[in-house]
Structure formats: structure tokens, C-alpha cells
């Protein structure tokens, strides 16, 4: 449950710093590349593509829903620290933007590297989209049974 709790927050900050962004004009190609860079920044080099095809995602699916909770988290706060800090320092611009959203992204990733963690070296998790079944399914069967009692 945490992991996919903490997969939806991501969703949900990305989205807000998209919001954000296209206010400063980037648009959604830009947005793409700053989110791609910024993965780069957390995991040591590695884009997204390279992870996806590290951690055998296929093509069609987001990274992230491939990733263990801590990686979630990273990016998830790498996100969010990006949001706060273009609106704090009014940034605009792909340029601006992207620079900030990768200084946050290593940021995170030299604390990881501090505490022994190196989010390029964490083993995939389940499938966000199986585990999110399997939870509906173990709670509509945990309300059947307590239905019958």
C-alpha cells in the first residue's frame, strides 16, 4: 500500500509541476526532456530509456511504476523541491527550469549516495498496475467477508 501511495503522490507532482512549468513557457516536449535529465541526475548518468531497459519496463509504461518505494520517494521530492524553488526563484524558461529540476534530482541522489543507496543499483519493483489489482481485489474480499459475519 505504501508504494502505491506514494506512486499516485508522484502523479500527483508531476502534474503540479507540469501546471507550474507551462505557466513559464515550456511546453510538454520540454517538459519531457527536463523530466528525462532530471532522471539522469538521480541515477547516476543513467536516462530514462537506460532504465527502463535496465529494469526491463516495456516502452509503453511510465518508469516510475516499475521503481521501488524509496526511488518513488526520491523522484517524488526531487519533484516537489523543483515546484518550490521555480516558484520561489520565479524561474522561467526550459533552460532555467531544467537546470533547477537537475540540481534538485542530484541533490537527492548525493544524500542516497551518503546513506549507501544508489537508485541505478535497486532491483525493479512489481508492476504498480498488478499490485494495484491485487490490493482492489484483497479489499473487496476482506468487505465480502466481513459482509458475512
Not at 518550490?84 to 526563484?89: A, G
Not at 529540476?101 to 498488478?130: F, S, Y
Request: hydrophobic content about 35%; aromatic content about 4%; overall charge positive.
Amino acid at each position: 500500500m505504501a508504494r502505491v501511495s506514494a506512486r499516485e503522490k508522484l502523479t500527483k507532482s508531476e502534474k503540479k509541476l507540469s501546471g507550474i512549468i507551462y505557466e513559464r513557457g515550456v511546453d510538454e516536449q520540454s517538459f519531457a526532456l527536463i523530466r528525462s535529465k532530471g532522471d539522469a541526475a538521480l541515477f547516476g548518468g543513467f536516462s530514462t530509456a537506460d532504465m527502463k531497459k535496465k529494469l526491463s519496463v516495456p516502452a509503453n509504461r511510465a518508469l516510475a511504476d516499475f521503481l521501488p518505494t524509496l526511488t518513488i520517494k526520491a523522484k517524488d521530492f526531487a519533484t516537489e523541491l523543483t515546484s518550490h524553488n521555480v516558484m520561489e526563484k520565479d524561474l522561467k524558461g526550459g533552460q532555467q527550469i531544467s537546470k533547477e529540476h537537475v540540481d534538485n534530482n542530484k541533490a537527492v541522489r548525493d544524500m542516497l549516495n551518503e546513506r549507501g543507496v544508489q537508485p541505478e543499483t535497486l532491483p525493479p519493483a512489481e508492476d504498480i498496475a498488478k499490485l494495484k489489482r491485487k490490493l482492489d481485489g484483497d479489499a473487496k474480499k476482506i468487505l465480502k467477508d466481513t459482509r458475512k459475519k
